[in-house]
């Protein structure tokens, strides 16, 4: 059936007019400025209201304790004295509001800390801290913050588990800039993609002015709401320190103080265990002091050598490879990288190189798509760029660079299951970047495998013990990049497989094998008789998922 037929809509000259005005405007480009609708641009909003504080709670933010499955720290900024700082908790109801709690459900708590914090905006901005404890693990609460009259918004959180459970964990690099446009959107992409994130990792150079609390201000505004409800693992930048630790850091950070007992560390170098991963924070800002280095250098091994988790995050700000400019951190290379290797740290998160890079030590390296070594990240989330320098900061140090990007705001999405971790960075639109599957076993031992693509999972990626054999000789056959468990068909072929072996269209089949839990294969097999004396043969390995061959070997006469 067809549309019934509306009324003809009649406009007013006058309407006419304006709207034929409005498209003349629009076709020159004109409309977008505050000349086209007759009035100056309006002056800027004044720093100083814009992030003033006040009796409703902000800038709150969940910090994990050492005890995470059992308690919660939260901060946040208000107009509150010490005495009337406090918060509440329940367990998380069906409803609030009109639906109150039960009598008794509610718990209130005081602030164990109030610090206020002079401003370069001229006022004081003073700091909560609040400790839920005694909590059960593996259990969503409700959570308000406030003086007793004004308060947050109710919130959720959910305490870890007591042991190992999947969780999802977000990576930024530096923030830095453009906190107020350009870094936001990351923030909140990142969230809408991973809502059910459990920790957010920031490497440094969260904001640009140490001491500036209109960029503190839009740090917290850029993550808004999503950081009352995700635990945050922040370390110190070069940006972080000016004549000293920014005088914000500790009040809003209030970080387990379970580091290596100096002062000048406290809350910047720490450790939290989650979920069956062991997070470590170091700070790299000390890197002139060898005393301190020296600190968290035996502090670190401690922690990597007697670790009860099966997986372990390092992050810290100033790289061990950098992919930018001359930058070199040698101090923290000689000292770290060693301690990383040979204790089996899976994934190395850092900043200040304000572009991508992800790469491993070429020791470490399986095949094309394969190594067994650490992963080592650097990124950017904010808007300020640095062109790569080609990656001679890795290859001058027996690494190899896998992936980079520039002139790109990224953000990283960790899942941790019980035998992989698979990493994925992506743009700030949503579209992926990098990404690479970790597979380690009950023995520790560990393959990082590059995310497959059409390119990756063909060519010459198998590996044999040797290229000059005799008939019926046997060879040893070994290839990384498989799914556990899955099947492989072992082919002997011609070199030229125009030919095919003249035994089906690839060659002779010398058996099946299943890739191991880790992804490997391997495999001795026995050169056919069939084969011609002076021949080239590879041996070429086919499965759901690659496709790939040996390097020639030759029958000997």
């Known amino acids: 059936m067809n549309d019934p037929i509306k009324p003809r809509r009649t406009w007013p ?9 409005t498209a003349a405007l629009l076709a020159a480009g004109l409309a977008f400025g505050p000349a086209a609708v007759g009035a100056a ?94 909590l059960k693990p593996g259990t969503r609460y409700t959570y308000r913050v406030g003086d007793g009259t004004n308060w947050s918004p109710w919130t959720d ?24 446009s350009a870094v936001p959107r990351v923030f909140r992409q990142a969230f809408a993609d991973r809502p059910q994130a459990k920790v957010i990792v920031n490497a440094g150079d969260l904001i640009d002015s140490a001491n500036s609390e209109e960029q503190w201000g839009q740090w917290f505004q850029a993550g808004g709401f999503i950081d009352s409800q995700i635990n945050n693992i922040s370390i110190p930048g070069n940006h972080e320190y000016s004549g000293g630790l920014s005088a914000f850091w500790r009040p809003q950070f209030p970080y387990p103080d379970n580091g290596p007992g100096d002062p000048e560390l406290k809350q ?31 502090w670190l091994e401690g922690l990597l050598k007697d670790n009860p988790n099966k997986w372990t995050v390092v992050t810290f700000h100033h790289p061990v490879y950098s992919t930018t400019g001359t930058r070199d951190n040698p101090n923290v290379r000689e000292q770290w990288a060693p301690l990383f290797e040979k204790y089996g740290v899976d994934l190395v998160l850092q900043g200040h190189d304000h572009s991508y890079g992800r790469g491993n030590q070429v020791a470490a390296r399986k095949s094309a798509t394969v190594h067994n070594g650490v992963a080592y990240v650097v990124s ?16 001058g140090n027996g690494a190899e660079v896998r992936s980079t990007s520039e002139n790109t705001q990224l953000y ?36 990082v495998n590059d995310l497959r693509t059409p390119e990756n999972t063909v060519g010459e990626q198998v590996t044999v013990d040797k290229t000059s054999v005799r008939k019926s000789e046997p060879v040893k056959v070994s290839a990384y990049g ?21 035994h089906g ?46 390097p020639p070997i030759t029958v000997k006469r």
Not at 13 to 21: F, N, T
Not at 109 to 116: E, K, L, N, Q
Not at 413 to 440: C, M, N, P, Q, S
């Open 482 to 502: 498989y799914d556990p468990g899955e099947r492989v068909a072992i082919w002997w072929r011609e070199s030229d497989t125009r030919r095919g072996g003249g």
């Open 380 to 395: 950017v989330s904010g808007g300020k760029m640095y062109a790569l320098n080609g990656g001679e900061n890795w290859t």
């Open 505 to 550: 269209k690839n060659g002779t089949l010398l058996g099946h094998a299943e890739a191991d839990e880790l992804g490997r294969l391997s495999r001795t097999v026995r050169v056919p008789a069939s084969v011609k004396h002076g021949g080239t043969y590879v041996v070429y390995l086919d499965s759901d998922h690659q496709k790939i061959t040996s």
């Open 41 to 134: 641009a309006p002056p800027a909003y004044p720093a100083a209201e814009a992030h003033k504080p006040g009796p409703i709670p902000d800038r709150i933010i969940l910090i994990p304790t050492a005890t995470p499955a059992t308690s919660q720290r939260v901060s946040w900024r208000a107009e509150a004295d010490a005495d009337t700082a406090q918060a509440q908790i329940l367990e998380a109801p069906r409803a609030l509001g009109q639906v109150q709690p039960p009598p008794g459900a509610v718990t209130t708590v005081r602030a164990i800390a109030s610090t206020p914090v002079n401003t370069t905006l001229g006022y004081a901005s003073t700091y909560h801290t609040v400790e839920f404890t005694g």
């Open 268 to 298: 910047t170098v720490y450790s939290v265990d989650y979920q069956g991963v062991r997070f470590i924070g170091l700070d790299t800002n000390h890197q002139s002091d060898p005393e301190l280095m020296a600190a968290q250098t035996a």
């Open 412 to 447: 990283q999405l960790i899942d941790v299951a019980e035998d992989t971790i698979t990493f994925e960075a992506r743009y700030a639109d949503g579209t992926h970047h990098d990404g690479f599957v970790i597979r380690k076993n009950r023995k520790g031992e560990r393959t």
């Open 13 to 21: 000259r006058q309407a006419k007019l304006a709207a034929a005005s």
């Open 157 to 180: 959180f959910t305490t870890a588990a007591e042991g190992f459970e999947p969780f999802s964990f977000i990576y930024y690099g530096d923030a830095q800039n453009y906190l107020d």
